[in-house]
């Protein structure tokens, strides 16, 4: 539900700045069309001040074409006072309101979905079904982690994110990951499927995983709901039990473990909790 939102937040931020660079009186239309071509840089100094991947930005092209039509001087100014309810909305509110909603009136739920599994119908059971050896299924039927092969950079990269114990914070992965463009949404669920064991940091097994997630999601493959058991960093695969190719907690029912995410606090570092779970990659 939050990622509904976002488009909107990063529509206020645009309109807002575009609103605080015009003039009151004279030069506007020389003013706006300055401001139309710079449109490109004005997108990366936004991402940048608001911590927003530009994945989550309008095509500057289509969003140049409809700002030619308006009149800049109706546009409203945007309060900080508004910011804040807007960021307190997606980081709490939203969060409180998707905890209320009972299990079986959420979308996927067995009580809207039937499936049809087992048999002849369980075709990604064996690596002959449908693209079972492509995307998120590559080396589901290897011995080996599919993830080593693919990790030379990912290692160079997380030496340069000074891990601290073999582990760098949620911030630093946050910087790194927000450089792919991927929309906010899905940087938010690699980061839940990647950070393995939930405490808000990423050793070196657990980076290299979010570089594969990453280059998956880009290559256009659809993110899991759940990390795929052959998937897991080997070293952590102790604290998971094989439910259908699926990591789940042992201790727990499949479909209750909730997950931690890296959230700011107010000195900058990152935290990471369940009680943030429903908040998601949150670079607010």
């Excluded at 059971?125 to 990912?154: C, L």
């Excluded at 906010?184 to 290299?208: H, P």
Aim: some cysteine; overall charge negative.
């Amino acid at each position: 539900m939050v990622s509904v939102f976002a488009p909107f937040q990063v529509h206020a931020y645009i309109i807002g700045h575009l609103r605080s660079e015009m003039p009151t009186l004279m030069g506007k239309d020389t003013k706006k069309r300055e401001l139309i071509g710079r449109l490109p840089r004005i997108f990366e100094q936004l991402a940048q001040q608001h911590c927003i991947s530009l994945g989550d930005f309008p095509k500057v092209d289509k969003m140049q074409e409809q700002l030619a039509l308006q009149d800049f001087g109706t546009f409203l100014a945007l309060s900080d006072r508004q910011i804040k309810t807007v960021d307190e909305m997606l980081s709490s509110d939203i969060a409180k309101l998707m905890q209320m909603i009972p299990k079986e009136q959420m979308p996927g739920s067995e009580t809207h979905e039937m499936i049809v599994k087992g048999g002849a119908f369980d075709s990604q059971a064996t690596p002959f079904g449908y693209m079972a050896s492509e995307g998120f299924n590559k080396g589901r039927f290897d011995s080996g982690w599919v993830v080593e092969a693919e990790r030379d950079e990912a290692d160079k990269i997380f030496e340069t994110l000074d891990p601290v114990g073999g582990k760098i914070t949620g911030t630093s992965a946050r910087e790194h990951m927000i450089k792919s463009r991927l929309p906010n949404a899905a940087l938010r669920k690699i980061w839940t499927l990647s950070d393995v064991d939930k405490d808000g940091c990423l050793d070196a097994d657990e980076f290299a995983l979010t570089c594969y997630l990453m280059r998956l999601k880009l290559s256009g493959d659809e993110l899991p709901s759940t990390l795929p058991m052959h998937l897991v960093p080997p070293a952590k695969r102790s604290m998971f039990t094989n439910g259908n190719g699926t990591a789940t907690p042992k201790g727990s029912n499949e479909g209750e473990y909730e997950m931690a995410t890296p959230v700011l606090n107010g000195n900058g570092s990152s935290r990471g909790s369940i009680a943030d779970s429903s908040i998601g990659f949150q670079p607010y």
